[in-house]
């Protein structure tokens, strides 16, 4: 970025390298977090937590909105007791063909959504490489590509979902 500026280059040029770079809020190596009313958009990454998972930490977030993002939430550790996001709305850059949700293979823990929205048309709204135990209370689900749920060997619970899906069935991935 400071060669952008050096060098004079224009606006769109700037905006572009801070699109592409940008990570909006990174979390690690914290204990005991509570974000809150936060809005992000066109970032690389919204929202990044990247936890060890020996850390005894509660972590809420209640409404987040990350929208217009190539990835809008990686979990890429967490501590043992999880996360919990409510009322809160993800949209990623429909653009990108990116995921909404990416949970890294290191998360183990719990990962709660309760009242949660899940919009745009993401490749999967839900993509795990994990085996956490993911939970999604009263959530709706917009449209998706690929899949809604792209989870290898995780557990799952969906309780009073709404699927918008135009035409698609809601579908889960391979396992």
Same mark, same amino acid.
């Given at each position: 970025?400071?060669?952008?500026?050096?060098?004079?280059?224009?606006?769109?040029?700037? #905006?572009?390298?801070?699109? =592409?770079?940008?990570?909006?809020?990174?979390? =690690?190596?914290? $204990? @005991?977090?509570?974000?809150?009313?936060?809005?992000? =958009? +066109?970032?690389?990454? &919204?929202?990044?937590?990247? /936890?060890?998972?020996?850390?005894?930490?509660?972590?809420? $977030?209640?409404?987040?909105? /990350?929208?217009?993002?190539? !990835?809008? /939430?990686?979990?890429?550790? !967490?501590?043992? *007791?999880? !996360?919990?996001?409510?009322?809160?709305?993800?949209?990623?850059?429909?653009?990108?063909?990116?995921?909404?949700?990416?949970?890294? $293979? @290191?998360?183990?823990?719990?990962?709660?959504?309760?009242?949660? *929205?899940?919009?745009?048309?993401?490749?999967?709204?839900?993509?795990?490489?994990?085996?956490?135990?993911?939970?999604?209370?009263?959530?709706?689900? &917009?449209?998706?590509? +690929?899949?809604?749920?792209?989870?290898?060997?995780? #557990?799952?619970?969906? /309780?009073?979902?709404?699927?918008?899906?135009?035409?698609?069935?809601?579908?889960?991935?391979?396992?």
């Amino acid at each position: 970025a400071p060669q952008i500026f050096a060098e004079g280059t224009g606006y769109s040029q700037m #905006t572009e390298y801070l699109h =592409e770079n940008m990570h909006a809020v990174i979390l =690690e190596t914290v $204990a @005991d977090v509570t974000l809150n009313r936060i809005s992000v =958009e +066109n970032a690389a990454v &919204g929202l990044l937590f990247n /936890v060890p998972i020996q850390r005894d930490s509660l972590l809420l $977030a209640s409404e987040i909105n /990350v929208s217009y993002t190539d !990835l809008p /939430v990686y979990l890429q550790s !967490l501590p043992a *007791t999880g !996360l919990c996001f409510s009322d809160s709305s993800f949209r990623p850059n429909n653009d990108a063909g990116a995921d909404t949700v990416e949970i890294g $293979a @290191d998360v183990t823990a719990p990962v709660i959504f309760s009242a949660c *929205t899940f919009a745009g048309q993401p490749r999967a709204v839900i993509d795990a490489d994990n085996t956490s135990f993911i939970s999604f209370y009263h959530c709706n689900f &917009g449209t998706w590509w +690929n899949v809604c749920f792209d989870m290898q060997g995780d #557990t799952f619970l969906a /309780v009073s979902p709404v699927f918008k899906t135009q035409n698609k069935k809601a579908a889960l991935g391979q396992n």
